[in-house]
């Protein structure tokens, strides 16, 4: 279990001094807290929920160090409730059930609500997120859950349909700068002595920390810490403390699908640049490059399609190429499909026709084979008439029998595939055409 401040609960407060400067930070109010105005901002619903002591259940879903659980401890001073928070990377049941009972003994004795607090709740399994459904119904607590992976797929949606969810997003730059300049000076009142950081060491740190308010203050304070004899503060110094920034990415979680569908849509939008540089902050973050390779044969068949065929094989060499010669060449190897397909001719026809021909094929499922397109497999078979009347196309004219049907009757002449005029699509469907001429010209002869 752990106390309002994030730290593990020893029995006793821990001392202000020692607390990181991000908890000594931590805002009180509404008035103090920074960012997240599309949700908190004057005459907002959540905004005068809380000003009004009439806060429901929710999740907040954002990234880190964009104030989930500041956020979540100022509902609960508006509320006048008491506070208990839990960590799914830490707690189980029994914790849970530890702040469930705390809450009911308070509910009944001091007649106070409590809002329980759970950080990370996306880690809990389904059966530790039912736990708190009947708790939530009741009244029995106020639940706020924070999560950094889209509720949707994470939460249950007995558990979604109590609780209302608010994105959080980054803070901005501006909302950044804010919070350093307060920063600074309560670094210099508490060591009474300034210690200066430079226009471009500030312009560094709202950089780094990349809309993320608690890296930013312990960046602050590590800078302060190793360097504040310098009494001045360079660009210099702050990235020789913050040393080589740890990449956002998860793999199965949304920033590794936010970065992987940057990757396909640039490839798709036939810009090379951003495909090389999404492709580099995948493998840089740690992802699997032969992910990005199977993603890049997903990318030659549904987006490159009949346009260039090439793209299929060539997506196909560069797995192949990791896989027989490594990382090094192997990352390189995929990095030039990578290129080639984003400028690639495309077309979905292929894909869209193949959807089409998947929907049609259910709808009509009970169609007969037509009997001409039958195996004559037995001398029944062929008395019964399959086979009957079947066209041999290498026996005809241009190896093509013009005007025959190989639909089911009820759906003949039915068109999936609608070339495009890109690349060798468009000689395809000048082959199309011809062949349309063809079976046209078959069927005036018929019917003359």
């Known amino acids: 279990m752990t106390n309002v401040n994030g730290s593990l609960d020893l029995g006793f407060e821990q001392p202000e001094q020692f607390m990181p400067l991000a908890a000594r930070l931590r805002p009180k109010s509404l008035e103090d807290y920074v960012g997240q105005q599309h949700i908190l901002g004057k005459g907002l619903p959540l905004r005068l929920a809380i000003e009004n002591n009439q806060c ?42 530890r702040a469930i009972d705390k809450a009911k003994e308070r509910l009944i004795h001091q007649q106070q609500r409590t809002v329980l607090f759970v950080d990370e709740v996306h880690r809990f399994n389904k059966s530790q997120q039912d736990a708190f459904l009947p708790h939530i119904e009741d009244g029995t607590i106020l639940f706020i859950g924070a999560t950094t992976e889209n509720p949707a797929f994470e939460l249950n949606r007995a558990l979604l349909s109590r609780a209302r969810v608010y994105t959080l997003e980054k803070l901005t730059l501006q909302d950044l700068a804010s919070v350093l300049e307060k920063a600074i000076k309560i670094v210099n009142a508490e060591r009474e002595q300034d210690v200066n950081f430079d226009a471009d060491a500030q312009q560094c740190l709202l950089k780094v920390a990349s809309g ?12 302060v810490e190793h360097y504040g004899d310098y009494k001045n503060i360079t660009e210099k110094l702050v ?19 936010d970065l992987i569908s940057a990757f396909h849509k640039s490839v798709r939008g036939s810009d090379p640049d951003a495909a090389l540089y999404w492709y580099a ?27 260039d065929p090439r793209a299929l094989s ?11 010669v490594g990382s090094a060449e192997g990352e390189r190897a995929i990095a030039q499909a990578a290129v080639y397909l984003a400028l690639a001719p495309k077309s979905n026809a292929v894909y869209q026709a ?59 002449a039915t068109r999936l595939y609608h070339p495009s005029e890109r690349g060798l699509e468009k000689q395809l469907k000048n082959k199309r055409d011809y062949l349309d001429t063809l079976n046209r010209e078959s069927h005036e002869q018929r019917y003359k």
């Open 56 to 97: 429901h259940s929710v999740i907040f879903w954002g990234p880190p160090g964009t104030g989930k659980t500041t956020l979540a401890e100022i509902i609960a001073t508006h509320s006048n409730a008491a506070i208990e928070r839990i960590s799914a990377v830490t707690d189980g049941i029994k914790e849970i059930r």
């Open 354 to 412: 193949f959807n089409q021909a998947k929907a049609l094929a259910k709808q009509t499922s009970e169609l007969d084979v037509p009997a001409h397109l039958k195996n004559a497999t037995s001398e029944i078979t062929k008395e019964l008439g399959h086979g009957a009347g079947y066209r041999y196309a290498h026996n005809e004219e241009n190896a093509f029998a013009a005007g025959e049907n190989y639909f089911p009757p009820e759906i003949a």
């Open 281 to 307: 902050r995948i493998i840089t973050s740690g992802g699997d490059p032969l992910y990005v390779a199977r993603r890049l044969l997903a990318i030659a068949s549904e987006d490159v399609g009949n346009a």
């Open 212 to 223: 993320d308010a608690r890296r930013l203050l312990n960046l602050v304070e590590q800078s």
């Open 239 to 257: 990235l020789e403390v913050a040393g080589s920034k740890i990449a956002l990415y998860d793999k199965g979680g949304d920033a590794f699908y």
């Open 314 to 324: 060539l997506a196909v060499s560069a797995w192949d190429t990791f896989q027989r």
